[in-house]
DNA sequence: CTCGGTGCAAATAATTTGCACAGTT
DNA sequence: AACTGTGCAAATTATTTGCACCGAG
């Protein structure tokens, strides 16, 4: 089974309507190696249905994020969308910063992290950010020094 | 010399013209805590300058954001800004859900992250969220379970 | 005195909602 | 057929911009 059509059992099991659109939108995020804009989505989405609305757009982020098969992120550019990660364990990723690719780490630094005294760990959040071997390899990345971040 | 003449001082070095407004921002972020919303900071000044407009505060916001002596953060809740924490080295955080007050990290996991080969580390993001020790003492924080992130 | 800063109003951009009709189950 | 999903238009919310006047240096 395809991870399109793992999506859209997923939805449908949940109870939702498996429109022609749900399962584009299904399809997209399950070839999309990153993260997806609103814009980005609906610009597909388009091409697709030309009487499509943004509202439905955002409909269908919505439910589907509530459903858990697509996750929201705050990034500095805005919102964006992927594909649920669905790895069952604690992980932390890796993220390409040219194609937006995210790979996963199993290492935790959290465990080995000092906490000042009297501090109660609730969450953290650690993710790495570079240029995946793909993108280094053609070669049409930014140009990336390999500093350390400051 | 306190925090807000030294905020004050730095918008001046690099020509700011200092207004009543400008000083008062810079005082609000010298003495807050954690970080603050557009809304919360247009309140705050609202209540000394009655006729204050709301895009003065972006535009303010924006300046001195570009002259670094604060700092914009896209959080889940939305975009917040903070005092910049000017330690000159590289350092992680910290977070209190309660009160939003930071608190370094010295120590980088970084250095001991094992990374995909081909992959090309450029920067990286760690935050500890929890509850500080004066919000665990007070009480006044949400129930914690001292859990670990999933 | 000069030019940057401010208020005001209006423009944009991003996201949400109400309603009638269309499509999935 | 029953009820959910969609398009459309309009409402909200967040942020930006143009312009004339005011105040800091």
Redesign the interface.
């Known amino acids: 089974m395809g991870e399109t059509e793992r999506i859209v059992q997923r939805m449908s099991d949940q109870g939702l309507r498996i429109t022609e659109q749900r399962r584009t939108l299904a399809q997209l995020f399950a070839e999309a190696p990153g993260y997806l804009t609103p814009k980005e989505i609906y610009d597909h989405m388009q091409r697709v249905y030309p009487g499509l609305s943004f509202d439905t757009v955002y409909r269908n982020l919505r439910v589907m994020q509530e459903l858990d098969v697509i996750e929201q992120f705050?990034?500095?550019e805005?919102v964006k969308f992927k594909r649920s990660c669905g790895e069952p364990h604690?992980h932390h990723h890796?993220i390409?910063?040219q194609c937006e690719k995210t790979?996963p780490?199993r290492?935790c630094?959290?465990p080995?992290?000092?906490?000042?005294?009297?501090?109660?760990?609730?969450?953290?959040?650690?993710?790495?950010?570079?240029?995946?071997?793909d993108c280094?390899e053609s070669g049409d990345r930014a140009q990336?020094?390999?500093?350390?971040?400051?």
Not at 115 to 121: A, D, H, K, T
Not at 144 to 150: D, E, I, L, V, Y
């Open positions: 705050m990034l500095e805005g604690h890796m390409c910063l790979v780490i290492s630094p959290m080995d992290t000092a906490v000042p005294s009297g501090f109660e760990v609730v969450r953290h959040k650690f993710e790495v950010y570079g240029y995946c071997a280094r990336a020094s390999a500093g350390r971040t400051p």
